[in-house]
């Protein structure tokens, strides 16, 4: 680690910023703006930065906590997080056109619990409450899934049949606690299942790899993205885990306190999977203006994977919707509103 301020530089941890899933959502939304018009509704931000949110809204895109609160006829955007049946049932009682979002791992780890649901087993879902992905994926099982909340949490759980247990996780955890969780949980239980393939995403996976590089030789990190992201989240944790004398999270270059690089030789940069590169470049911007105009790139690893757009963008939504509120309309004993 650098102790004097005599070279100032960055090392830029790589990969950073959109994973496939969160590009994917993006231009989902994006596409459905340019092929359908404004307004495009989507169920809760469509990944967990407020920078995208804010450009999409500039677009045209409305953002909704409840499906509810759509209005019948429209189209409606599932977000990168996935979305529990229950959802997609009050979609379609709603008349509504839906464009499904969901990250394809997220989709892997809700087939997994309806899989091992179907096959009586104890679900224990490693992940934070209240975290979308978390109510997403619980309510395709609701009543075998139980939440585990980290490793403090694994002394509460119990269930039916120690002998058929298996964990699933949240995509977005660190790898490191997720693993920690784990082996608390096979203490208690010796014959617990793992999943097929690793549920924590690969891009999580890698962020975190890259950012444990440059926090080994960085006096301070800092982690583009926003603080309701659990991937960015968990990078400043990986970071001051991994050596950095001091971590913050910000959304912006506009967050950085210039105090937090007194005595600072080496900043260590990176941004989480939801975060465009041109808020990564802002910083840069920033750190280069006060003497950080050196910048190694740190990329430990490389990604090649990218997911296609949602299937639905391929059909005449606008047109399925209306049908819909017309087939309601026209039922025998539908109401003068079409309910």
Not at 4 to 19: E, F, K, Q, S
Not at 20 to 26: K, L, Q
Not at 189 to 211: G, K, W
Not at 255 to 284: C, H, M, Q, R
Request: hydrophobic share 45%; with cysteine.
């Amino acid at each position: 680690m650098a102790d004097t301020t005599d070279r100032r530089r960055v090392l830029l941890a790589a990969p950073r910023g959109y994973c496939a899933g969160v590009d994917r959502a993006v231009i989902a939304v994006e596409r459905a703006l340019e092929q359908y018009g404004a307004p495009i509704y989507v169920r809760h931000e469509i990944v967990h930065n407020k920078y995208v949110v804010a450009t999409l809204e500039r677009k045209g895109a409305i953002f909704v906590e409840e499906t509810a609160e759509v209005p019948e006829g429209e189209i409606v955007i599932f977000s990168a997080h996935g979305v529990a049946p229950a959802v997609r049932q009050e979609a379609e009682r709603g008349r509504l056109a839906t464009i499904d979002a969901t990250c394809p791992l997220v989709t892997k780890v809700h087939k997994e619990a309806v899989r091992f649901a179907e096959a009586d087993y104890d679900i224990l879902l490693i992940g934070h409450e209240g975290h979308e992905e978390v109510i997403g994926t619980s309510g395709e099982a609701p009543d075998h899934i139980t939440l585990v909340d980290g490793p403090e949490d694994v002394a509460n759980v119990q269930v039916r049949d120690p002998e058929k247990v298996v964990w699933l996780s949240q995509t977005t955890l660190s790898v490191d606690e997720t693993m920690e969780t784990v082996d608390a949980l096979k203490g208690r239980f010796p014959l617990l299942v793992s999943p097929p393939s690793d549920d924590i995403c690969y891009a999580t996976q890698n962020r975190q790899t890259a950012i444990k590089r440059v926090a080994a030789d960085a006096d301070l990190v800092l982690v583009v993205g926003s603080r309701n992201s659990s991937n960015s989240a968990r990078m400043v944790e990986v970071a001051l885990g991994a050596g950095a004398r001091a971590a913050h999270l910000v959304d912006n270059a506009g967050e950085i306190d210039e105090a937090w690089l007194e005595g600072v030789g080496t900043v260590g940069l990176s941004s989480g999977a939801s975060v465009p590169e041109v808020l990564v470049d802002e910083v840069l911007e920033w750190l280069a203006a006060r003497g950080f105009a050196d910048v190694e790139v740190v990329q430990p690893m490389r990604e090649h994977i990218q997911f296609s757009l949602p299937k639905e963008l391929r059909r005449d939504l606008r047109a399925e919707a209306a049908a819909k509120v017309a087939a309601a309309s026209a039922a025998p004993g539908a109401s003068a509103d079409g309910s």
